[in-house]
């Protein structure tokens, strides 16, 4: 159980396009959802938090007007990265959190989506 | 502001025990978790410590001093699979819900 998808794993636009990454929880109901940024050999940058039916909170730094987030359902989150350019190359990671996984101090990670911007 | 800092790298043999320090300075803590991630995957979950002591679980124990801000994972009988990046990441308020703030991690190589 708890396991979570990201759609595409992989992502390769030109520079200005719009890209939009999936996230979902396979066999749970995640009232919360995160969204991470991680550069080569650097940590996870937690970029916003999102809650179902809500508008998503951005950390300092992260554009909300770039890095669009919609929670619209309990199993769904989606970012898009709007007029991407080079610079937004990264691997973005969502987890999940929610009620009925084992153990609620738990977040399940995604398996990332790799963006290239050319 | 937030820091989690971490050993960049730590070299280990098959069958040694190897411990991973995480030094932090959050605002507001509810707990320290420790993250293992191999190379292009996702984050795995290893162990959660909300109070001071020890947590166990098989090869892998972790530890917190709230006091001292302080925490580490320890990794025992140490096999080639362990080759990873380890994180340690707070839970800490976050608005409406909490969130993880991740540590800078730290780069284990298991060597023969």
């Known amino acids: 159980g708890a396991v979570v998808s990201q759609h595409p794993s992989r992502v390769i636009c030109k520079s200005g396009t719009s890209v939009k990454i999936e996230c979902r929880s396979l066999d749970f109901q995640a009232t919360t959802m995160f969204w991470y940024r991680q550069f080569p050999k650097q940590s996870l940058m937690l970029m916003a938090t999102?809650?179902?039916?809500?508008?998503?909170?951005?950390e300092q730094g992260v554009e909300k007007d770039k890095f669009l987030i919609n929670h619209a359902s309990l199993t769904l989150s989606t970012l898009t990265v709007t007029s991407a350019h080079p610079e937004d190359s990264s691997f973005y990671i969502c987890?999940?959190?929610?009620?009925?996984?084992?153990?609620?101090?738990?977040?399940?990670f995604g398996p990332g989506t790799r963006l290239t911007v050319l | 502001g937030q820091s989690l800092e971490q050993p960049s790298e730590v070299t280990a043999v098959e069958g040694a025990i190897v411990q991973i320090n995480c030094t932090y300075q959050t605002s507001g803590f509810y707990g320290l978790s420790w993250y293992q991630q191999h190379d292009g995957g996702a984050p795995t979950f290893l162990s959660y410590n909300a109070l001071d002591g020890l947590e166990e679980t098989g090869r892998f124990s972790s530890f917190l001093s709230r006091s001292d801000s302080y925490g580490y994972l320890l990794l025992q009988e140490l096999q080639m699979k362990d080759s990873a990046s380890y994180f340690c990441a707070v839970r800490a308020p976050g608005g409406a819900t909490n969130k993880l703030i991740f540590g800078t991690g730290t780069l284990l190589a298991v060597q023969p």
């Open positions: 999102s809650n179902e039916g809500s508008k998503a909170t951005y």
């Open positions: 987890s999940a959190r929610g009620w009925g996984l084992a153990g609620y101090n738990e977040q399940f």
